[in-house]
């Protein structure tokens, strides 16, 4: 089974920094896309940013220019630096890892469990 751990959340100031880690452990087979989503009661999970199959990024709007997606293959951990964030960033942060194994061929969406930002003064 394959299972995704979410940490570095917190609590921070407008205009400071956060960087979240989504660890992954089992067997992944092989990865379509990976990435940050987030959440806040009553709205639907939005997409913030993501690694395509052909490990181009995609970064919504709201968080384009301020928050970085990377990741360590070797690690199998992907990350999200998040700058300057502001009051309106606050939420729970999930990641995403869409799989595919062979044998027999299925995909997998697995889900991390979630972790709480919030900006506040």
């Known amino acids: 089974q394959v299972q995704l751990v979410e940490s570095g959340g917190g609590l921070v100031q407008p205009g400071g920094s956060l960087r979240l880690s989504c660890a992954a452990s089992?067997?992944?087979?092989?990865?379509?896309?990976q990435g940050w989503y987030r959440q806040t009661p009553g709205k639907q999970r939005e997409l913030v940013a993501r690694?395509?199959?052909?490990?181009?990024?995609f970064y919504s709007d709201s968080v384009k220019g301020r928050f970085t997606i990377s990741r360590d293959n070797a690690k199998k951990t992907m990350y999200l630096q998040m700058n300057n964030l502001k009051f309106e960033d606050t939420a729970v942060y999930y990641c995403?890892?869409?799989?595919?194994?062979?044998?027999?061929?299925?995909?997998?969406?697995?889900w991390g469990q979630g972790t709480q930002v919030t900006v506040s003064s």
């Open positions: 995403k890892l869409v799989r595919e194994i062979n044998n027999p061929p299925r995909r997998y969406d697995n």
């Open positions: 089992g067997s992944i087979g092989s990865i379509i896309s």
């Open positions: 690694f395509n199959s052909d490990s181009t990024t």
